[in-house]
């Protein structure tokens, strides 16, 4: 038995059977399931079909026997509004992970959850069927056991999956524990962990750095589509990984006023960023040759592929389909980039990597749309745009810096725009130019001083004591006060 909200995305349904009796409790389902409605949820009870080539077709004998039998073991306990309780003989392997996933399946279709964490989640307990059986007992799982369900995940993962990979398995059983499924938490062993920081950093090592150069990333915008262009750009400029590309909204840019703000498709961790010129006038160039998306729900994203598609979603079957990656493979194989560990994602990387030469780490993180868990962030209400745009300015003139098409006209360009922003900022009493701020100021009727490694909080701070007439001043030569 399961429950949930499914629906046949895949293709046309199948016909559906009637009741093999008048006063028969359940309905035939789209999903193919038997199901019935109980306390406001559907609850599934057995398959009347199932798929073939994606396609629904109806079994021979319908499964409606099957499917009532487990109706009557758990009505009781559904119509009371309880969890149904687990067989004498104990939870099964497959049952443990039907409702794992359904529940999962819950959280996707309220967006609490991507589709794509959601599959990684379906094809974590295929393989945990697969591997131990259906059939078999979870109270009966040993040590020997993971450690057998780990040597298979690592025949085709990497250090970082294998990790992701054990994890989500852990997360499976905690899931059977928490909900009363089985009476005491399972025991993995000493086999079934995640691979230990040593190995992440040799493997870190062998595979290279995740890394481009500026002439081979401008090299692959020259040679891009205009749409691929653009994505270039957005994860040179702002970060933005395939799936964030592929799910951009009109409403996140402002190309006039040259800006981003737009919360990761992943996380939903808020994220801004200020758009080069080269970038703004790809987007223009992409939205100005947007073929009609198939979907209505497709209709606001800036980028569909020529087909009317998004450029990266779940096919009928559930698994991911990523034509950005594919279209970025064929355009680093065509300029003779592509090396091991190298895709779209390395991008972000790139930006990580030269922004961070900034030392606005608060920037940088805003700009990736990454949480900040120091208090720091607890009292930092906000950043302002300024710091956005030297990062932006940082990163644009590390990759343009020895373009001879042009690279030294946009530094200077950036330069420039450097000056005149820095001339509106008579708004704030030190600038930020220093890794390190000594602030004298009067207390107690004594001069003291106060150093900062962080110069935006030495600016708060001077702003503070400047309220509380505590007359500060820079002892840093080479700061400035302004205004």
Known sequence: MTDSNRTNAAGKAAEKPSKPYPEFPLY???????????????????????????????????????????????????????????????????????????????????????PRTWQAYKSTTDRIVRVFGKKRLVVDLSADDFGILRSDIAKKRGHVALGNEIQRVRTIFKFGFDEGLIDRPVRYGQQFKKPSKTALRKAKAANG???LEPAALRELIDAATPQL??????????????????????????????????????TGVARRAKLWPETTTALQVVIDNRATPKSKADAGLVFVTKYGQRWVKLSTKGTPADAITQQFRKLLDETKHHRAGIGFYVLRHVF???????????????????????????????????????????????????????????????????????????????????????????????????????????????????KAGANPEVAQPRLRIVG
């Open 28 to 114: 035939a389902h789209n999903s193919g399931h038997w199901a019935k409605k109980i306390r406001g949820k559907t609850h599934f009870f057995g398959a009347w079909g199932k798929r073939i080539d994606g396609k629904l077709t109806r079994l021979e004998d319908l499964g409606w026997e099957a499917a009532l039998e487990e109706y009557k073991r758990v009505a009781d306990d559904l119509h009371a509004g309880k969890t149904p309780r687990v067989q004498a003989e104990g939870l099964e392997v497959a049952e443990l992970c039907d409702r794992f996933i359904v529940a999962k399946e819950a959280l996707r279709d309220n967006g609490e959850i991507s």
């Open 209 to 211: 750095e995740k890394m």
């Open 229 to 266: 262009k653009a994505m270039i750009l957005l994860g040179l400029n702002c970060g933005l990984g395939n799936t964030d590309c592929s799910s951009l909204p009109d409403s996140a840019l402002d190309l006039e006023g040259g800006w981003l703000t737009y919360p990761r498709e992943k």
């Open 352 to 466: 990580r990597t030269v922004a961070d030469a900034t030392r606005d780490f608060p920037a940088v993180r805003l700009v990736m749309g990454h949480t900040d868990s120091s208090i720091d962030n607890e009292y930092r209400e906000r950043i302002d745009d300024d710091r956005l745009e030297a990062v932006a300015d940082h990163v644009h003139a590390w990759l343009f810096a020895d373009d001879k098409k042009g690279g030294r006209k946009a530094t200077k360009k950036a330069a420039k725009t450097k000056t005149k922003r820095t001339a509106k900022k008579n708004s704030q009493p030190i600038s930020n130019r220093s890794p390190e701020v000594s602030v004298a100021y009067d207390r107690d009727g004594e001069r003291v001083s106060k150093t900062f490694a962080d110069p935006y909080e030495a600016r708060r701070f001077y702003v503070a004591k400047e």
